[in-house]
């Protein structure tokens, strides 16, 4: 079997709100790049990336002549072709190389007729639960509902998906208001839900000193781990040596030189494997297989996922003996979706496994070309600004927040 064509196509979907992060805003919708990898045996294997709110149809097109005429089946060999650590130093490809992993890996289940897990080794779990992801959020400019800014509508909204969705695991994603107002938060979070885990996660906003403070002001909680208080493994393992919360990262642990580092000297105890920002399905089995050997937790991190990606996580997460943790998905904020079905469900917190032949989903055509033009309609949009506060960027540590009690809609 050879790779003939690779099809890239930019769709935006709408969120429920638009989601507030330490780095800027997700303005209402997330930007994604479906990929359709064709074969000459009229196989098509589906893949999807991200790309900070823009397209990366341009850049997919540019690897055309790596990949036409490669086997599908050859998947260390594309590795090599597309990441060789030396030649990738100029053009790091990563993410590029997922989106093709997946791609690769839905062909070949396709073709044996087997699904994904099947090539992975068997799945151990029919279903992969998953942690509600709570973000502080902008109302909706449309009709005003959505907003995440105050402790109590934090609570209700937490609430409300705990209720739809059966979410026994709830992450905060933190980093955009001053940080006792998120302490606030937070606790009422936790003594809302006494019996659930609960996770925290200012995405390295912190100075080492504040989350230290932060971190032995929620010691006492149901805390599953402390993600990326600060930026840095060594940042990481002063807070480690100073809070007793399990360290979790999904920034300076990705990839297999900084897991080493991490083994020889800790900073991490749990690993967020992102099938994204570690390049594919396979190198998050591989880590997840060190980790299990060095009894590191493991978990995994969602990076903006549409239904493709999803499956790829719950193929993932369907496989491994290590995953002690709720997964993590944005996919509960999402208005639609371009797989045939619409969204996946929520039964009691998780995610059914697809079982159909490669990742076990098909593309809807009518909603794929609804949702291109609305890219091509909207464009893109910067995910590491804040459309409500010009001018503003984050540093690292960051001490320049936003103000909880501003109630503005910004223009979108």
Not at 91 to 96: C, S
Not at 134 to 162: C, W
Not at 243 to 271: G, K, R
Request: charged share 25%.
């Amino acid at each position: 079997m050879k790779i003939t064509d690779i099809r890239p196509t930019t769709v935006t979907v709408p969120l429920e709100a638009p989601i507030r992060h330490a780095n800027g805003a997700h303005w209402g919708r997330f930007v994604r790049t479906i990929v359709e990898v064709d074969t000459d045996e009229g196989i098509t294997g589906l893949g999807e990336l991200g790309g900070g709110g823009e397209s990366a149809e341009a850049v997919l097109r540019g690897l055309k002549a790596y990949f036409v005429g490669h086997d599908p089946f050859a998947l260390e060999a594309m590795r090599f072709k597309i990441c060789n650590p030396t030649a990738s130093l100029y053009n790091n490809r990563t993410q590029l190389h997922a989106a093709l992993e997946f791609a690769c890996l839905d062909i070949i289940g396709k073709k044996l007729g087997v699904p994904v897990y099947q090539l992975l080794g068997g799945k151990l779990r029919d279903q992969v639960p998953f942690a509600s992801y709570l973000f502080f959020r902008y109302a909706d400019p449309v009709t005003g509902k959505g907003e995440v800014r105050t402790v109590d509508q934090l609570v209700a909204h937490a609430t409300d998906l705990k209720w739809r969705c059966g979410f026994a695991s709830h992450k905060l994603k933190g980093g955009v208001f001053p940080p006792d107002h998120e302490l606030e938060a937070f606790r009422a979070l936790a003594e809302t839900f006494p019996d659930d885990g609960v996770r925290f996660d200012p995405n390295a906003a912190f100075s080492v000193e504040e989350a230290i403070r932060f971190g032995r002001a929620i010691e006492d909680l149901r805390n599953d781990y402390y993600e990326d208080p600060t930026w840095g493994l060594n940042g990481m393992r002063r807070v480690r040596e100073q809070v007793a919360i399990p360290t979790a990262t999904n920034t300076v642990v990705v990839n297999f030189e900084q897991l080493a580092a991490n083994i020889l000297d800790p900073a991490i105890d749990v690993i967020l494997l992102d099938t994204t920002f570690w390049g594919g399905v396979r190198p998050c089995v591989k880590a997840a297989g060190v980790c299990e050997t060095f009894q590191l937790g493991i978990a995994v991190h969602s990076s903006g996922e549409l239904g493709i990606q999803l499956a790829t996580m719950l193929h993932l997460g369907a496989v491994l003996p290590n995953l002690t943790f709720a997964a993590d998905a944005h996919y509960h904020h999402l208005a639609d979706d371009v797989i045939v079905g619409g969204p996946m469900d929520y039964r009691e917190g998780a995610i059914a496994v697809p079982n159909g032949p490669g990742l076990g989903v098909e593309l809807d055509r009518e909603k794929l070309q609804r949702h291109a033009e609305l890219y091509r309609s909207l464009g893109g949009y910067p995910y590491d600004r804040d459309p409500g506060r010009p001018g503003w960027y984050a540093l690292v540590p960051n001490r320049d927040w936003a103000d909880p009690t501003d109630d503005r809609i910004p223009p979108l």
